[in-house]
């Protein structure tokens, strides 16, 4: 299991831009190479999927429901995982979690991180 580390969220208005960053905690010796994404949970909703990338970049896949808007990246030298959130909606809202697992269908194997909460007023 990998212990990850979410920043970024907060508070912000409707249309406004914020950025997540996920690295592990504590100091990591090689490049992970698995799959790395977003997932998020709003109150009385299931935790839904929102974006993963690969080692590569050309792998990167985000929902329906946030493309065009959210865009995500990994540094993999850092072994860090970003998400660029623009244009946010109020029903962007939710608590944001970060994963990395082995395979892209964040299966068995998946190491989740506390999630960060992000409030979009509207």
């Given amino acids: 299991q990998v212990q990850l580390v979410e920043s970024g969220g907060g ?3 409707a249309g406004g831009s914020l ?3 996920c690295a592990p905690s504590g100091r990591t010796y090689s490049s992970y190479v698995g799959y790395m ?3 998020r949970q709003a109150p009385g909703k299931e ?3 929102v974006a993963a990338v690969g080692w590569s970049a050309s792998t990167a896949d985000v929902a329906p429901s946030v493309k065009g808007r959210f865009t995500i990246s ?3 030298a850092k072994n860090t995982v970003y998400l660029q959130m623009n244009s946010l909606k109020p029903e962007d809202t939710a ?3 970060c994963a990395v697992a082995p395979s892209p269908r964040f299966g ?3 190491s989740w991180g506390q999630g960060t909460q992000v409030t979009v007023s509207s």
Avoid: I, M
Wanted: charged residues 25%; hydrophobic residues 40%; glycine residues 10%.
């Fill in 108 to 110: 068995a194997g998946t």
């Fill in 19 to 21: 950025r997540l960053s």
């Fill in 37 to 39: 994404g977003w997932f």
């Fill in 95 to 97: 608590v944001y979690y």
């Fill in 11 to 13: 508070l912000v208005q």
């Fill in 47 to 49: 935790r839904e999927f």
């Fill in 74 to 76: 990994r540094e993999n």
